[in-house]
T-cell receptor, first 112, second 112 residues
C-alpha cells in the first residue's frame, strides 16, 4: 500500500488564493519531500523537510511536518496560473533499506 | 547541464518481446531509481541502486530487471513484457539515498 497519501485529490482555486495540500504516511521517516509534476513530465523537487524539523519555507512554499500525526502539509501562497500542476509527497521510511515512497498526488488547478 | 536522460521516450511493442529502457545521468550520483506512474496510483518504485553493483527491490519489482555496471547508467529490462506493464516510466537519480531526486522526462510504454 502507499506510504504517502495526499489530500485532497484535486483542488481548484483562483489566482491569488492560497493552496493547501496534505500528506499522511504510515511509518517513521528520515525525511519528507514535496515534488511537482507538470502534465506527465518528470517530477521536480520543491522542498525537503527532515524528521526533526517542524516547518520550512522556500519562497511562496511553506511545509509543515507533524511526526506525531504522521502528516505534512504544503502551502502555496498567492498562487499563480503557472502553479497548475500535480504535487506529490515522498517519504524515505526509516525502516531499513533505501526506498522512496510517493503518494498518489494532488492535482492543483489555478484559474487566472 | 545536469541531466537524467531516458531512451526511448515512447515505445509501442508486443507481449513477450524483450525490451530495455536506458537511463543515464551526468551528475556522478550514487543513487538511481526506476518508477512507474499509473493513473490514480502516483509513482511506485520498481528498483533502486545505491551504487555500482548494488541494487534492491522497490515496491513493484515483479517482471523487471535492472543492472548497475557503471555509475552513470541504470537500464530497466523487461524480459517478457505483458500488457499490465503498460505505463509511464521515470528514472531518477540523487547524490545519496534519501536526498532530492532529479527525474528524467519519462518513457511511455505501450505493450499490446
Amino acid at each position: 500500500s502507499q506510504q504517502g497519501e495526499e489530500d485532497p485529490q484535486a483542488l481548484s482555486i483562483q489566482e491569488g488564493e492560497n493552496a493547501t495540500m496534505n500528506c499522511s504516511y504510515k511509518t517513521s521517516i528520515n525525511n519528507l519531500q514535496w515534488y511537482r509534476q507538470n502534465s506527465g513530465r518528470g517530477l521536480v523537487h520543491l522542498i525537503l523537510i527532515r524528521s526533526n524539523e517542524r516547518e520550512k519555507h522556500s519562497g511562496r512554499l511553506r511545509v509543515t511536518l507533524d511526526t506525531s500525526k504522521k502528516s505534512s502539509s504544503l502551502l502555496i501562497t498567492a498562487s499563480r496560473a503557472a502553479d497548475t500542476a500535480s504535487y506529490f509527497c515522498a517519504t524515505a521510511p526509516n525502516t531499513g533499506g533505501f526506498k522512496t515512497i510517493f503518494g498518489a498526488g494532488t492535482r492543483l488547478f489555478v484559474k487566472a | 547541464e545536469a541531466q537524467v536522460t531516458q531512451n526511448p521516450r515512447y515505445l509501442i511493442t508486443v507481449t513477450g518481446k524483450k525490451l530495455t529502457v536506458t537511463c543515464s545521468q551526468n551528475m556522478n550520483h550514487e543513487y538511481m531509481s526506476w518508477y512507474r506512474q499509473d493513473p490514480g496510483l502516483g509513482l511506485r518504485q520498481i528498483y533502486y541502486s545505491m551504487n555500482v553493483e548494488v541494487t534492491d527491490k522497490g515496491d513493484v519489482p515483479e517482471g523487471y530487471k535492472v543492472s548497475r555496471k557503471e555509475k552513470r547508467n541504470f537500464p530497466l529490462i523487461l524480459e517478457s513484457p505483458s500488457p499490465n506493464q503498460t505505463s509511464l516510466y521515470f528514472c531518477a537519480s540523487s547524490d545519496r539515498a534519501n536526498q532530492p531526486q532529479h527525474f528524467g522526462d519519462g518513457t511511455r510504454l505501450s505493450i499490446l
